[in-house]
C-alpha cells in the first residue's frame, strides 16, 4: 500500500555498495587532476606509446571494416596466437577453442572469475598490499575477502605457512597477483610449489593476475598454472595493457578449464557482449610479430628501477629492490608521518604526485608507491625534489 515516505535517492543504493570505499587511487588523482606542472609517479600506465606497427594494423583494419561484433568468446584467430604464446612464454597449454576468453582487460576478466565462482560466503584469500580491486571486486561477487599481510621485512613474497594461517574451512578461492602491484614483488619457484600444493590439498581455485609477467627483472617468471596438478584448477589472467603499453585497447583475456571458461563467458555475454573487434586486431599483430619492443620497454624500466632504488637509499628511504612490474613501494614510515599525509604534503610543496601505500590495504601504512613508467628526466627531478622534501621533513 503506498506511503507518504519518500526515500532519499541512497536508500536504493544496495547495501554491499553503500559502504564500498572509492578507489585509492582515483581519489588521490582526483586532486591531482586539479593542479598544473606536477610530475606524476602515480598512475601505473605506461609512458610509452604503444609499437608503431601495432597501432598501423589497427588504423588498416578499421579500415578494412573490423567494426562488427565478435563471437563472445573473442576472435578465433587472437585465441589461436594467444594459445601459442602462453605455452611458450608460460609452459601452460590451453586449446583456443573451449579454454581462452577475450575480455574487457584483465579487469573484466578478474570480475568474471569472481563471479561465475563464488557462492555468498565464500572466501577468498588475497595478499595485500595489492592492486585496489581486489578487495571491492570480490564483495562485488558477494565472496568474503580475507587478507593474507605481506611484509618487507621478506621481500613482501607470500608463503604457505602465511596461508595456512588465515585459511578456513570456508575459503574456495586463492587470489594472486606476481609480479605484484605496488611493491614490484615476485614469487620464487619454490614457494610457488609449496603454495600449489597447498592448494591442491585444500582443494581451492587459484585465481592468478599475471598481468606484469614479461616485466620481470630478476630471474625467470614462473605461472603457477604451469605447475603439475595445477591448470584444472586455475584460472590464468593477462593482457596487454602493460608489456606492450596497450592501455587504451582494453584488452586481457583467461584462460581456464572449459567448464570455467564457459561459465566465466555466460556472465561476460550478458554483461559486456564481446571485447572490441579492432582491439582483438591489434593484438593478434602484437602477439604474432617480434617482440622487440616488448625487450626495449623492459630494459629501460630496468634502468629507471636501478636509479629510483639507489636515490631511495641515498635519501635513508629503504626499499625492496623491486624484481618485476614498475612499481617501488620505498618505507617512510620512520618519517613521523602517515603515508596520506606525505603524499599530500609533497604534491602540495613539490609538485610531485606518489600514491599512498593505504590506497593498496591497510598494511601499506608507512609506504609510498613510485611508479617508474615515465621519463627518466622525470625521475631525476622528482627524486631530487623528493630528497629536499625528506630532509625537510627529517629536521622537523
Not at 204 to 231: C, F, N, Q, R
Not at 289 to 307: C, D, G, H, L
Amino acid at each position: 500500500m503506498p506511503t507518504n515516505d519518500s526515500k532519499s535517492p541512497r536508500d536504493f543504493i544496495a547495501g554491499h555498495i553503500v559502504d564500498m570505499p572509492r578507489s585509492g587511487i582515483r581519489d588521490f588523482f582526483d586532486i591531482v587532476s586539479t593542479m598544473k606542472d606536477i610530475i606524476s609517479l602515480g598512475i601505473g600506465e605506461p609512458d610509452f606509446d604503444t609499437p608503431w606497427h601495432v597501432r598501423e594494423y589497427t588504423v588498416f583494419a578499421l579500415e578494412r571494416g573490423a567494426t562488427h561484433y565478435t563471437s563472445n568468446m573473442g576472435l578465433l584467430e587472437l585465441r589461436r596466437a594467444i594459445s601459442k604464446y602462453v605455452e611458450k612464454a608460460f609452459r601452460a597449454s590451453y586449446k583456443p577453442e573451449t579454454e581462452i576468453l577475450i575480455t574487457v582487460g584483465v579487469s573484466e576478466a578478474l570480475d568474471l572469475a569472481l563471479r561465475a565462482t563464488l557462492n555468498p560466503g565464500d572466501e577468498v584469500l588475497y595478499h595485500e598490499p595489492c592492486y585496489v580491486s581486489y578487495r571491492s571486486d570480490v564483495i562485488l561477487a558477494h565472496g568474503t575477502p580475507v587478507t593474507v599481510e605481506t611484509k618487507r621485512d621478506n621481500q613482501f613474497r607470500l608463503t604457505r605457512a602465511m596461508l595456512e594461517a588465515k585459511a578456513t574451512p570456508r575459503t574456495k578461492v586463492l587470489l594472486l597477483n606476481f609480479p605484484n602491484n605496488p611493491t614490484g614483488a615476485i614469487l620464487r619457484k619454490e614457494d610457488l610449489v609449496e603454495i600449489a600444493a597447498f592448494a591442491r590439498e585444500r582443494n581451492l581455485l587459484v585465481i592468478t593476475d599475471e598481468i606484469y609477467a614479461e616485466l620481470t627483472y630478476d630471474g625467470e617468471h614462473t605461472s603457477i598454472a604451469s605447475l603439475p596438478g595445477m591448470k584444472e584448477r586455475t584460472i590464468f589472467l593477462h593482457g596487454f595493457s602493460k608489456a606492450w603499453a596497450m592501455t587504451g585497447f582494453r584488452l586481457g583475456y583467461a584462460c581456464a578449464p572449459p567448464e570455467l571458461t564457459e561459465a566465466m563467458m555466460k556472465v561476460h555475454q550478458y554483461t559486456m557482449l564481446c571485447a572490441p573487434t579492432m582491439s582483438q586486431k591489434a593484438a593478434i599483430e602484437a602477439l604474432t610479430k617480434p617482440q622487440t619492443a616488448v625487450v626495449e620497454m623492459t630494459a629501460e624500466y630496468r634502468r629507471r628501477r636501478n636509479y629510483l632504488v639507489k636515490s631511495f637509499e641515498e635519501m635513508g628511504l629503504p626499499c625492496t629492490t623491486p624484481a618485476g612490474a614498475f612499481y617501488a613501494f620505498p618505507y617512510i614510515g620512520h618519517l613521523g608521518i602517515a603515508s596520506k599525509d606525505f603524499a599530500l604534503k609533497f604534491l602540495d610543496r613539490e609538485k610531485v604526485a606518489v600514491v599512498p601505500g593505504t590506497a593498496f590495504g591497510a598494511c601499506g601504512e608507512g609506504f609510498v608507491r613510485c611508479a617508474y613508467a615515465t621519463s627518466m628526466e622525470n625521475i631525476q627531478e622528482a627524486m631530487r625534489r623528493m630528497a629536499r622534501f625528506v630532509q625537510s621533513l627529517k629536521k622537523g
